[in-house]
């Protein structure tokens, strides 16, 4: 196996990532567009999107940092809108798009014409949570967004693999197709379940933070493989599970939360930074099929897909937000009149991503009675096109269409305010339980020492208030923003005096290793970083 092709890949996709976040443009889109021009530069590897390896082995880990990071909390109270688009969307996307496809291209059989419609019928999760973080969507537009792309796939799967077994010659009515859906659906959650609670007890209970991590980092690929194995949705599996351990990690020991918070963020950049550049790559693979088409004719049934696309999205999506409310007298009494701004920004964000492309190439090259499958090539071509279509024009256009629609965004003084009452509670249970501690002599320690503790629980209760606060008029800090700079510096010169230390043989490097963890955790907690 040549290695060299793959660092180039993950080298040049992640300095490209990097780059994007000195620009207004989101990184999705920048790598994109860097693949596309690279794509047919001289020298550049040919890059083939093989789904053998996006969907179990790329696929798991985006997931699951996805489900990590999103809130089970406010998913459930998100969840009719979520089913509604993750599920009931997907399959109407499918039917819809596959239904006008099938007329607009001629002799375009409809089995295969509904292959495509389930290819392009789900949102991607990385390109939808990338644009929705950097835009500063409101956080139920978020929600609604990262839940939707979190199942979606599970259903468009399903849905292309009853179509594929169509178009090869194999039996799949309704009742076969409604009966593999609920078992891939149903299996799926079942194998989530089952392995949450297991999964949960081994990270409380393993005391190495290298063994916890290393069981985080197999978590996604097991459950994935697991629930394939059972003929069930791997996907919905790995989002089960991580729902559930993003829920409960407080229970897990702070050091490995510390481990696996950066390990997840570095693997998460690297895999989402390649799977974008490697969209663009794809383009002489694709385009190097359509021999037998006249460029004119196949632009057209690009730009008639995209359109088909976008039009769907918003033919469902408003009646999927007025309709319950039209029949259900609890729904209007429970929740506010939505305006039309939302629908629309959430029909908007409907950018297609690597899962589109790593289906389509996973189509099979012939059918039972022989022969190859129809119109494989342009299919392949016409997921092409509307995966780069989506990303471009709808991701470059969102953060606009925020600005004009004048959504509200979040509110960062009113969620400043709710986190200093929330640390205020905090810290006062805290001294109270420290309070009753130190009247135990079992717990007796010098007074300095437990004033130094309860400095520590006053200096959290001040810092979120004093966000709240004036700025120093000679440098435009916070008082909270002056304290972790200077304690940054502090910390600096220490640093300093162990590395002359060890230069000075006076301690080895298994000391220094130790004293700069101390601080670097001192750090941490003194200074936390902007995302």
């Known amino acids: 196996m040549d290695v060299l092709p793959?660092?180039?890949?993950?080298?040049?996709?992640?300095?490209?990532?990097?780059?994007?976040?000195?620009?207004?443009?989101?990184?999705?889109?920048?790598?994109?567009?860097?693949?596309?021009?690279?794509?047919?530069?001289?020298?550049?590897?040919?890059?083939?999107?093989?789904?053998?390896?996006?969907?179990?082995?790329?696929?798991?880990?985006?997931?699951?940092?996805?489900?990590?990071?999103?809130?089970?909390?406010?998913?459930?109270?998100?969840?009719?809108?979520?089913?509604?688009?993750?599920?009931?969307?997907?399959?109407?996307?499918?039917l819809a798009v596959g239904w006008a496809v099938h007329l607009v291209v001629p002799d375009l059989p409809l089995t295969a014409a509904l292959v495509l419609g389930a290819v392009v019928a789900p949102p991607d999760a990385v390109a939808a949570t990338a644009v929705a973080r950097r835009v500063g969507l409101p956080s139920r537009i978020t929600t609604i967004l990262q839940g939707e792309s979190l199942v979606n796939d599970a259903t468009a799967i399903t849905a292309y693999r009853v179509a594929v077994a169509a178009a090869v010659g194999e039996s799949a009515g309704p009742l076969h197709a409604g009966a593999e859906f609920l078992v891939a659906s149903l299996g799926g959650v079942a194998v989530g379940l089952v392995l949450m609670v297991p999964?949960?007890?081994?990270?409380?209970?393993?005391?190495?933070?290298?063994?916890?991590?290393?069981?985080?980092?197999?978590?996604?690929?097991?459950?994935?493989?697991?629930?394939?194995?059972?003929?069930?949705?791997?996907?919905?599996?790995?989002?089960?599970?991580?729902?559930?351990?993003?829920?409960?990690?407080?229970q897990v020991d702070f050091a490995t939360r510390l481990q696996e918070d950066a390990v997840w963020k570095m693997v998460a950049f690297v895999l989402e930074s390649a799977v974008f550049a490697l969209i663009g790559l794809q383009l002489p693979l694709v385009v190097g099929g359509l021999g037998e088409y006249h460029a004119g004719q196949v632009l057209w049934y690009a730009l008639a897909v995209f359109l088909l696309v976008v039009a769907t999205r918003f033919v469902w999506t408003y009646p999927a937000v007025h309709l319950p409310r039209?029949?259900?007298?609890?729904?209007?009494?429970?929740?506010?009149?939505?305006?039309?701004?939302?629908?629309?920004?959430?029909?908007?964000?409907?950018?297609?991503?690597?899962?589109?492309?790593?289906?389509?190439?996973?189509?099979?090259?012939?059918?039972?009675?022989?022969?190859?499958?129809?119109?494989?090539?342009?299919?392949?071509?016409?997921?092409?096109?509307?995966?780069?279509?989506?990303?471009?024009?709808?991701?470059?256009?969102?953060?606009?269409?925020?600005?004009?629609?004048?959504?509200?965004?979040?509110?960062?003084?009113?969620?400043?305010?709710?986190?200093?009452?929330?640390?205020?509670?905090?810290?006062?249970?805290?001294?109270?339980?420290?309070?009753?501690?130190?009247?135990?002599?079992?717990?007796?320690?010098?007074e300095p020492l437990a004033d130094r503790l309860r400095a520590v629980l006053e200096r959290r209760r001040n810092a979120v208030w004093e966000r709240l606060g004036t700025v120093n008029p000679e440098t435009g800090e916070s008082v909270d923003d002056t304290y972790r700079r200077l304690a940054r510096t502090v910390i600096a010169s220490e640093r300093e005096v162990f590395v002359a230390l060890r230069d000075q043989r006076h301690i080895d490097d298994e000391m220094l290793r130790d004293l700069l963890r101390r601080l670097d955790l001192e750090e941490a907690a003194a200074y936390r970083e902007d995302e």
Not at 37 to 42: A, N, T
Not at 80 to 93: D, E, H, I
Not at 221 to 227: G, K, N, Q, R
Not at 338 to 361: D, I, Y
Request: glycine share 6%; proline share 8%.
């Open 6 to 94: 793959l660092l180039l890949l993950v080298a040049g996709s992640t300095a490209v990532a990097g780059a994007a976040r000195r620009t207004p443009v989101p990184a999705p889109l920048l790598l994109v567009t860097a693949g596309l021009l690279v794509s047919y530069v001289p020298g550049v590897p040919h890059y083939t999107l093989d789904p053998e390896i996006v969907l179990p082995m790329v696929l798991p880990p985006l997931l699951y940092t996805a489900a990590m990071d999103s809130s089970y909390l406010d998913l459930r109270a998100q969840v009719r809108f979520v089913a509604l688009l993750s599920v009931g969307y997907t399959v109407f996307a499918t």
């Open 199 to 250: 999964l949960h007890w081994l990270r409380t209970h393993l005391r190495e933070p290298l063994l916890q991590n290393t069981l985080s980092l197999l978590i996604p690929f097991a459950a994935y493989a697991l629930a394939e194995y059972a003929h069930a949705s791997g996907v919905l599996a790995v989002v089960v599970v991580a729902l559930y351990l993003g829920h409960h990690s407080w």
């Open 326 to 446: 039209l029949l259900s007298r609890r729904v209007r009494a429970r929740e506010p009149d939505p305006t039309w701004k939302g629908p629309f920004v959430v029909a908007w964000a409907g950018m297609r991503g690597v899962v589109s492309l790593a289906v389509a190439f996973s189509i099979p090259h012939g059918v039972h009675e022989g022969g190859s499958f129809p119109y494989r090539n342009l299919i392949l071509f016409l997921t092409f096109t509307t995966v780069i279509g989506t990303l471009v024009v709808q991701g470059l256009t969102l953060p606009a269409l925020i600005r004009l629609l004048r959504l509200p965004g979040r509110d960062a003084r009113a969620e400043t305010l709710l986190e200093a009452q929330a640390q205020n509670a905090a810290s006062e249970a805290a001294e109270h339980r420290l309070d009753a501690l130190l009247t135990d002599p079992r717990n007796a320690l010098p």
